[in-house]
């Protein structure tokens, strides 16, 4: 069943269905992660579901969004979403990421942004029995290599790509960041208590820039009142 609740305390609607994921902190952090200047064009947001991402940032910067989202039905809240809210710098593309040299020419967006599934597929896997949901969740219909192969195409040089994971896969990330020459500038580590191990790990990379990385931890939990600027003080 489909509902519209308030995100969060932006100021916006969201579309959402109560069968489906709903929006995450991994939304939400990641849209506050995003550093956006006066020289950024345009962006492009990977895996963008229901478009919590395209519409913070779409309401708050003169920017022009591209968002995609490979399944019909998450697409279909995002457009309904965009529409209620009226921003028209927000374009959704239903598609699969790993298909965007079909549509773009490389070296096209400033910023690209992505908050993907973050568990490999392999038989062994614990599949959601909704389809939606296991899309959502697993690297079912795009893996995290084909998301770093599309964003060194379709990124500038000297563009940025925010991504949000787990911990657990750090490791791989940065393999692969440093394989399409996508460097690490800033990593920030976020767990919810001081004695829990980060739970979440936000990175910006910069294409073909020089090496050097910032790295971070913040401890960010549920009962905080707003996440907006929740970033401001963090060394940039």
């Avoid at 905080?224 to 600027?229: A, G, L, R």
């Amino acid at each position: 069943m489909q509902v519209i609740n308030d995100l969060f305390d932006y100021g916006l609607k969201i579309v959402q269905d109560k069968d489906y994921f709903k929006f995450s902190l991994d939304s939400l952090l990641l849209s506050e992660f995003v550093e956006i200047e006066k020289s950024d064009k345009r962006l492009l947001d990977l895996c963008s579901g229901n478009a919590p991402l395209p519409l913070i940032v779409g309401k708050n910067h003169n920017i022009e969004i591209t968002g995609v989202e490979v399944q019909k039905e998450i697409y279909d809240l995002a457009i309904k979403s965009i529409e209620i809210n009226k921003l028209s710098n927000i374009h959704i593309l239903n598609s699969n990421a790993k298909d965007l040299k079909n549509y773009f020419p490389g070296n096209n967006f400033d910023i690209i942004t992505c908050n993907p599934p973050f568990f490999k597929y392999n038989q062994t896997s614990l599949i959601n029995e909704s389809k939606i949901k296991a899309i959502a969740r697993h690297e079912l219909t795009i893996t995290l290599e084909e998301i770093f192969n599309v964003t060194k195409y379709l990124l500038k040089d000297n563009g940025k790509f925010y991504l949000v994971h787990r911990p657990e896969r750090l490791e791989e990330i940065i393999r692969l960041a440093n394989q399409y020459n996508l460097h690490p500038k800033k990593i920030i580590f976020i767990s919810s208590n001081i004695e829990k191990p980060a739970h979440m790990v936000l990175l910006k990379m910069v294409k073909n820039a020089q090496i050097g990385v910032k790295v971070k931890s913040m401890i960010i939990n549920r009962e905080i009142k707003t996440y907006q600027n929740i970033f401001k003080e963090v060394e940039t």
